[in-house]
């Protein structure tokens, strides 16, 4: 299995940002936090770097049910959307929860997690389409 489920699309970096928001919002997912890792290390250390953007998603019921079965899984959330050029356009990768969750106790959970996921990728291709 794929530590990620990812995809390309032919937007650029920032009309990427907008409409994957929106898509995993029309999933349940919110983004609790942003990180401009370009920006931030060109901050702190001068480094210039292309551009990275993580954003962290949560969708609040399934956050809440995984916490239920164990609460260690905060150390799991949010859930890591990364944002990077890539040669056709923006490169968007989301870390699959089937593979950071392989207790059995998630495994319905996980699927349903990264099915939503899925769908928000596949929601992004129809925005960036139009």
């Given amino acids: 299995?794929?530590?990620?489920?990812?995809?390309?699309?032919?937007?650029?970096?920032?009309?990427?940002?907008?409409?994957?928001?929106?898509?995993l919002a029309a999933q349940g997912f919110g983004v609790l936090t942003e990180i401009d890792v370009a920006a931030t290390l060109r901050s702190k250390l001068g480094v210039e770097r292309p551009p990275l953007k993580i954003l962290g998603a949560c969708n609040p019921t399934l956050a809440h049910r995984a916490l239920e079965v164990d609460p260690t899984v905060a150390l799991l959330l949010p859930c890591n959307v990364v944002l990077e050029p890539a040669d056709a356009g923006t490169r968007v990768r989301i870390m699959d929860p089937r593979a950071l969750m392989d207790d059995p106790r998630f495994a319905g959970l996980a699927d349903e997690a990264a099915t939503r996921l899925h769908a928000a990728l596949d929601e992004l291709h129809a925005l960036t389409r139009d």
């Fill in 1 to 23: 299995m794929q530590p990620s489920i990812e995809t390309t699309v032919t937007s650029d970096l920032a009309t990427t940002e907008r409409e994957i928001r929106e898509a």
